[in-house]
Every structure is written in C-alpha cells, then in structure tokens.
C-alpha cells in the first residue's frame, strides 16, 4: 500500500500532518465541485490535499491542489481560488468533527507496520460547526481505549444508524446490479450484511464519521 499524502494544519502556529479529510463533509455536501479522477496518483487516491487553520478558535481552508489531470507536468494543480472563491467560504463553518495531529512516530512499536509508524502523540481537536471547541492529547495506548468508549457512544446515535441503513442500501442495490448483469448468478454470489464486519469498520475509523465527543 503506498502511503498517502497527508493534508496540513496549522495549529497554534505551526504546521501539522493529519490524516483527517476535513473536506470530504464539503464535497459530500457539494459532489460537483470535487476533482473529477481522469489520472490516478497513487499517493493521493482521494484526489486532493489541502491546508487549513485554526485561527482565534475558527477553521480556515488556507490552500488546496486538486491531482492534475494532465499526464504530463505537474501531478498537483492549485484550485483553491476556483473552489472557495468567495473570502467568507474560507471559515469553514459547515464541518463538525474530530481533527488528529499525530506526533513522535515510534516505528518499535509492534503495531507499527512499514511506512505506517505508531504515534505516542496524539491531539484531538473537536470541531463544531467550524468552531474549535476543545483538545484532548493521549498516548497512542490512551487513545485506543478512548476510541473503544466512543465507540460505544456512537453506537446509539442516530448518526450510526444513518451509517448502517445507508450500507445496507448500497449492498442491496450492487446485488441488483450484479443480478441483472448476470442471470447465471447464485444466492451465494451476492454479499450479505455483516454486523461485526460493519462495526469493526466503523470503530477502526472512527474519527472519521463521528462529529463531536461523546
């Protein structure tokens, strides 16, 4: 697996890596504005990178590269203007949720596995409604058991549930494609709805669905 570029933060001045798309929740939101895949960047299958800030508590999209689609040149191509080309979109107050810095890689640690280092530095930032609300800092050891308590929490949501139905509905609808396309096929052919796969998914990325601290 080719390790991914990471998008930036600035945060308390200094520049971070995060593995939190912050915009996944605007091009979820806004499906025509995201990078159309005509070339693949191994390095960057979301299709763009970008930076962001927290100012006076606030979070700012500061720049952002979208993967060229030329085959030639370049791989990235700044689209910030084209995107946010209005100064008050820049406050990004349509996203709530959990930013992760994560510091001091420690590639001993035995759950680390190649280019994918365990960090013993971990900073959470709570997000909501582009507003930075509060920071938790935990070990990598601390933030497994806290991400196991939230799990729980989530779990009774109705954000969880949402998650649930809309999976279901997307095995159900390849099933009807792959029927379709194939008369030949068996039920034994078509995939099932897994509780334990969904949840181990769901508690393995975590902090990418969930919007706030539970």
Known sequence: MTVQIKDVITYDKENHSTKSDVLAQFFQKYPKKKPKKKFHFSALWRGYTCRTEIEDNKLYIRS???????????????????????RQDHFLNWFSGIIIISTEPNPDHPNSYRGFPIYEVNQLLEVIDG?????????????????????????????????KNEEIARIKKENEIRKNSDEKLTQFSLRTFSESDFENTIELRLFDYVKKFY
């Open 131 to 163: 507003i930075h609300t509060q920071t938790r800092t935990f070990s990598y050891d601390e933030l497994e058991t806290f991400r196991k308590k939230q799990f729980q929490s989530f779990k009774t949501t109705d954000d969880y549930l949402q998650l």
């Open 64 to 86: 952002l590269s979208f993967v060229s689609s030329k085959p030639h040149g370049s791989a990235l191509y700044d689209s910030f203007k084209k995107t946010f080309p209005n």
